[in-house]
Antibody
Framework: QVELQESGPGLVKPSETLSLTCTVSGDSISSSDYYWGWIRQPPGKGLEWIGNIYFTGHTNYKPSLESRVTISVDTSRTQFSLRMFSLTAADTAVYYC???????????????????WGKGTTVTVSS | EIVLTQSPGTLSLSPGEGATLSCRASQSVSSNFLAWYQQRPGQAPRLLIYGASSRATGIPDRFSGSGSGTDFTLTISRLEPEDFAVYYCQQYDSSPPTYTFGQGTKLEIK
């Protein structure tokens, strides 16, 4: 049974950099069947996709966050990571990592739904 | 960017009743790349439906999804106490790859 677990600091100062790691167990992060990514949820609000990554290192990012975000993968440690720069209070949220499942359409694979989620980690941006 | 609008914002029903949740997209969702999630308080979201109508592994058959193009529906028949939660729809656009969520519908006990 695949499980995802986020880890990282709960408190970050404004203008600093957030670093989070997601550890995958029970599945191979090098599988061609999935992308792996990050979603966040500000307090009392909805869900926002941040970005995702394939085991090869190919990434997709939300355009409005792309300049401040880097996602990387370490297949040897079955982990992938999020770095977000120049934090402000608006980045305060629960951060989830998730596995992105795929479906074949017209001979191509599309990784479009999040079928396994971590429990989430709360990040507060405050001085 | 495709915007998803969910309605109603809050739905008040009793256990045993049926629920119908709506998700409307600002543009057509290609290939029905539309998913539904359930989020209980203090928990991570859980995938219910993908491909607009396919139930995820382990999801009871009282949950069903339908729709295409710009209009999608999540139907829950015979509400159980554990079904009272917030529900989100989510779409995928491949050019470029982006994922957007609706604002959520809160299903509460009447």
């Amino acid at each position: 049974q695949v499980e995802l677990q986020e880890s990282g600091p709960g408190l970050v100062k404004p203008s600093e950099t957030l670093s989070l790691t997601c550890t995958v167990s029970g599945d191979s992060i090098s599988s061609s069947d999935y992308y792996w990514g990050w979603i966040r949820q500000p307090p009392g609000k909805g869900l926002e996709w941040i970005g995702n990554i394939y085991f090869t290192g190919h990434t997709n990012y939300k355009p409005s966050l792309e300049s401040r975000v880097t996602i990387s993968v370490d297949t040897s440690r079955t982990q992938f990571s999020l770095r977000m720069f120049s934090l402000t209070a608006a980045d305060t949220a629960v951060y989830y990592c998730a596995r992105f499942g795929r479906e074949a359409v017209g001979g191509y694979y599309f990784y479009y739904y999040m079928d396994v989620w971590g429990k989430g980690t709360t990040v507060t941006v405050s001085s | 960017e495709i915007v998803l609008t969910q309605s109603p914002g809050t739905l008040s029903l009793s256990p045993g009743e049926g629920a119908t949740l709506s998700c409307r997209a600002s543009q057509s969702v290609s290939s029905n790349f539309l998913a539904w999630y359930q989020q209980r308080p203090g928990q991570a979201p859980r995938l219910l439906i993908y491909g607009a109508s396919s139930r995820a592994t382990g999801i009871p058959d009282r949950f069903s999804g339908s729709g295409s193009g710009t209009d999608f529906t999540l139907t829950i028949s015979r509400l159980e106490p554990e079904d009272f939660a917030v529900y989100y729809c989510q779409q995928y656009d491949s050019s470029p790859p982006t994922y957007t969520f609706g604002q959520g519908t809160k299903l509460e006990i009447k």
